[in-house]
């Protein structure tokens, strides 16, 4: 990899604009749940204990280029100020006069938050000018702020490029771990990717043919591409009109030598909704009037099989209906199994994405696991081969 770490840079005495996601949920004022906060922990930690004055860049929601208090940063300051241990001071913008005052005035042993950088229009723009008014109020740039890298904003690909750039303890961790999940993974390599529609991760499936020696497909997903096979579904969630691409990508992974999981046997139900009454059929046994709302025990019993033999995993998606009991249960079975084979150092597992993150915490999995990116869409994006622009920038 051809970027920089916090461990290669020169940080005493330096001021160092680390562009943060701590876009966290807050309720009348108050943080619900800090994991964003205190994932950037070790990144500001190491830069104070190097005699460095971090300055955090960040966004809060969608302003559209408009000031509104309700999403101001400000609000933040008591809990950034907890989880660092230190004072945290707040500049009223994240470029300007206000703000270069702020960062000169910085003390080592402090942090300062700069404002809502979507305040600024120009911010989604990646706009030169305000990038370079950026600039001005450091010294190094840290970017560890994965979540946000595969979009191209002044703050995320821009200010890379005008100051000495690193990626921060978050946002290296990310990488490192996405590189050895399917750069160069240890083989053999299986991803699991469910969820509802196939026409949403086409070019995910795509990617994954050529890297993965087995590709194990849940949810509704699965549906589809039963319903290529000739499977008759019932009322199963299925993208029938994907059929035929379901199809190429079967005839596409049969030549390149991956070989597609799909479930053998299928929990139905009529209704979709929590305990309801319920059987387990062959896959292509769905009565007219049911849907299939999970994969049977002979295919997560054939799934758990495939990751005792597995070296790498990479899990993106539910394999059924995990927010409803029963439904949860071949999800559930097939994390606990994967982290099991973490635990005992027999498996590299990474997992991503929300419903993904979701579930593996629903089921206790998540704990054991390599790596949980909270990444989103920048970590769907990697999944499928594109340049991020965050990373590229701190590559130059």
């Keep these: 990899m051809g970027w920089k770490t916090l461990n290669d840079m020169d940080l005493n005495g330096k001021r160092v604009l680390v562009r943060v996601d ?3 949920p807050v309720v009348d004022g108050v943080v619900t749940d800090a994991t964003r906060i205190q994932r950037i922990v070790p990144t500001v930690q190491h830069i104070l204990a190097s005699g460095g004055k971090p300055i955090l860049l960040a966004h809060f929601g969608r302003p559209g280029g408009e000031r509104r208090e309700s999403l101001s940063l400000n609000q933040l300051v008591p809990t950034l100020e907890s989880a660092f241990g230190a004072k945290v001071l707040f500049a009223a913008d994240c470029v300007g006069t206000e703000a270069e005052l702020a960062a000169d005035a910085l003390q080592p042993g402090q942090v300062l938050l700069l404002e809502n950088t979507r305040f600024h229009a120009a911010e ?20 560890d702020a994965f979540s946000a890298a595969h979009r191209a904003h002044s703050s995320t690909e821009a200010l890379a490029r005008l100051l000495p750039a690193c990626a921060g303890r978050l946002m290296q961790a990310e990488l490192e771990a996405l590189e050895g999940a399917l750069g160069a993974p240890k083989r053999p390599v299986t991803a699991v ?7 949403t991760k086409l070019e995910l499936l795509g990617n994954l043919i050529d890297k993965v020696d087995y590709l194990v497909i849940g949810g509704g997903m699965a549906n589809t591409f039963l319903v290529a096979k000739g499977v008759d579904v019932g009322k199963s969630l299925a993208e029938t009109a994907m059929k035929d691409t379901a199809a190429e990508i079967l005839d596409k992974a049969e030549t390149s030598g991956c070989s597609i999981v799909l479930p053998v046997d299928v929990v139905v139900a009529e209704k979709f909704e929590a305990n309801a009454p319920h059987q387990v059929l062959p896959a292509d046994q769905c009565p007219p009037d049911s849907m299939i709302l999970d994969a049977g025990r002979e295919s997560v019993a054939a799934i758990t099989e495939i990751f005792g033999k597995s070296q790498t995993l990479i899990w993106n998606g539910p394999l059924g209906a995990f927010e409803l009991e029963p439904f949860d249960a071949a999800t559930n079975a097939a994390a606990l199994k994967a982290a099991a084979l973490t635990r005992a150092g027999q498996l590299i597992s990474v997992a991503g994405g929300g419903d993904t993150v979701a579930a593996l915490n629903a089921s206790g999995a998540a704990k054991d696991f390599s790596y949980i990116s909270t990444a989103g869409g920048a970590f769907l994006e990697w999944m499928e081969g594109k340049t991020l622009p965050g990373v590229a920038a701190l590559e130059q």
């Design 22 to 24: 701590i876009n966290v």
């Design 124 to 143: 989604t723009k990646n706009d030169p000018d305000l990038a370079a008014g950026m600039a001005r109020l450091g010294d190094i740039y840290c970017n």
């Design 193 to 199: 990717v469910g969820g509802a529609k196939v026409s």
